[in-house]
């Protein structure tokens, strides 16, 4: 029985080898009687050969070894086709000459590069895409261009609304680390998709999607080609890629270029820590062990001295100092951690009335919600104001998301006199200069209903250019009165208050 069970295995180890031996096309085959021509591949005649080293380059064996730095780890991860052009050499040749700018630039990046990589990592998308931000802003999230495009990705207004960048009172996502991120590398890859081609993608960030398609339909129509540096298209955006692509030469070989890099290491700079409360700027480094302006540069998106919990619930805060902060801030019982709240301002009214509602100084208001001189505010406006004592609640979601401020200008009123024409009333004369008839009634000590006698003087508080014009006038001519309707109506009086209140 012994002998008759190996010589069981042997029979189906020797079937098992008949099998391996087997060729793609012989398992397709529908003719199985047909004789295995692949078993010399899989046994060759004579002894077998080792591996050449240039065998194995040739199959691409991947290394396994972690990279050295960050910038090791971009350099493996290039992945857009090289721009090789006179622009691109130009452009290196700008950088290379400029060792203090690029210090400055690249020391800025290591706070925000780690997480850029991470995340074009986790998106497939080419490691190049993580110098961007360098032509975009030199990597200063508060930049700010001439067209009003901010952060270190440069969002116009309108994209980064489209992107759910919020921008309200209290804080603008364009600038921050994380949003923008995102928002940019979304855009990125609605931009690739739409073109398949990073370079026309990379135009269409800089011009616009339309821009690019329509330079495209352009070429197509004169059969010309449709590549990124056979269109017609800005200066500007004539010399983005190249930028990108002299920077992206730089990083892949400083020496070449006699550039030195700084190091970066390969781990994140910053960490994400819960928010919970409304909380003061101040506290929250205080807490951390960091500087305010160290916070700020990694939550560059705070317009005020505040943080909105239901708006901002996560800050980012130094690698090292994330459990400072959540150590110190469990133990901190020294009272609020906010001294500010949100009031909403119930009617358009002046600087100094809203100042006096708020329990500030008129400058205090100005300074800490950027209010410009000659200006009222208006209603609905979210105010930052101290948070009492007593004050209990944070700012809701809806106003730590939504809340602005809004002005219109201040209008000086000056006294003056007016001639009543016939049948003339309170109500007529309030509707001629559109103020209201209270104020007409309170100005010349009369009740609302009262009526006016024909060429009868009316004190009137108008606006400036308004008063200059009536008093240019000649008493008494209809012409005089009708002329300064017109311009009543073209320049309303400010509603509201009695002459003594008023600026002269």
Request: overall charge positive.
């Amino acid at each position: 029985m012994r002998i008759l069970h190996i010589l069981w295995l042997a029979s189906l180890l020797w079937l098992t080898g008949c099998a391996t031996t087997s060729t793609p096309s012989d398992t397709t085959s529908s003719d199985t009687s047909q004789p295995s021509t692949g078993a010399t591949a899989v046994y060759p005649s004579g002894p077998l050969s080792p591996i050449t080293a240039g065998t194995a380059k040739g199959r691409a064996v991947a290394g396994i070894d972690a990279p050295s730095d960050l910038w090791d780890r971009i350099r493996r991860g290039f992945a857009m086709p090289d721009l090789d052009t006179d622009l691109v050499r130009d452009r290196e040749q700008w950088y290379a000459t400029r060792p203090d700018y690029m210090q400055r630039m690249t020391e800025r990046s290591s706070k925000y590069l780690f997480h850029i990589v991470e995340e074009l990592e986790r998106r497939g998308m080419p490691t190049e895409l993580a110098l961007l931000p360098y032509i975009e802003s030199a990597f200063n999230p508060q930049a700010v261009s001439s067209a009003k495009a901010a952060g270190m990705w440069q969002f116009m207004p309108a994209t980064g609304s489209y992107f759910d960048l919020k921008q309200n009172a209290f804080r603008d996502d364009r600038r921050d680390v994380l949003a923008s991120t995102r928002a940019a590398l979304d855009y990125l890859q609605k931009l690739y998709g739409m073109f398949g081609d990073w370079h026309l993608a990379l135009a269409a960030y800089n011009w616009g999607e339309g821009s690019v398609a329509r330079a495209i339909a352009r070429n197509e129509k004169q059969s010309l080609g449709t590549s990124y540096t056979e269109l017609t298209m800005p200066a500007e955006t004539r010399m983005y890629v190249p930028k990108l692509q002299a920077v992206k030469n730089i990083v892949a070989d400083p020496v070449r270029f006699s550039t030195e890099l700084p190091l970066i290491e390969n781990h994140p700079y910053f960490q994400s820590v819960e928010i919970t409360r409304d909380i003061d700027v101040s506290l929250v480094a205080n807490l951390a062990g960091i500087r305010e302006e160290d916070f700020r540069a990694l939550n560059p998106s705070l317009h005020r001295p505040v943080i909105l919990a239901a708006g901002m619930p996560q800050i980012l805060l130094p690698w090292d100092n994330a459990q400072v902060f959540r150590r110190n801030l469990e133990a901190y019982n020294e009272g609020q951690y906010a001294s500010w709240t949100v009031w909403t301002v119930p009617s358009t009214m002046s600087v100094s009335a809203a100042a006096q509602r708020a329990g500030m100084s008129e400058s205090e208001l100005r300074q800490l919600n950027g209010i410009p001189p000659r200006m009222m505010i208006k209603a609905g406006s979210a105010l930052m104001v101290p948070r009492t004592a007593t004050t209990r609640t944070d700012v809701s979601g809806h106003v730590a998301d939504n809340g602005q401020i809004a002005f219109t200008p201040e209008i000086v009123t000056r006294r003056t006199t007016v001639r009543a024409g016939k049948r003339d009333t309170v109500a007529s004369i309030a509707r001629r200069y559109k103020v209201s008839a209270a104020d007409v009634a309170d100005w010349n000590d009369l009740k609302v209903s009262s009526s006016f006698k024909a060429g009868e003087r009316v004190v009137m508080y108008l606006p400036m250019r308004l008063t200059a014009t009536a008093l240019s006038q000649t008493p008494g001519k209809r012409q005089a009165g009708k002329a300064i309707a017109q311009t009543a109506k073209a320049s309303p009086a400010r509603k509201g208050g009695t002459p003594a209140k008023r600026k002269r």
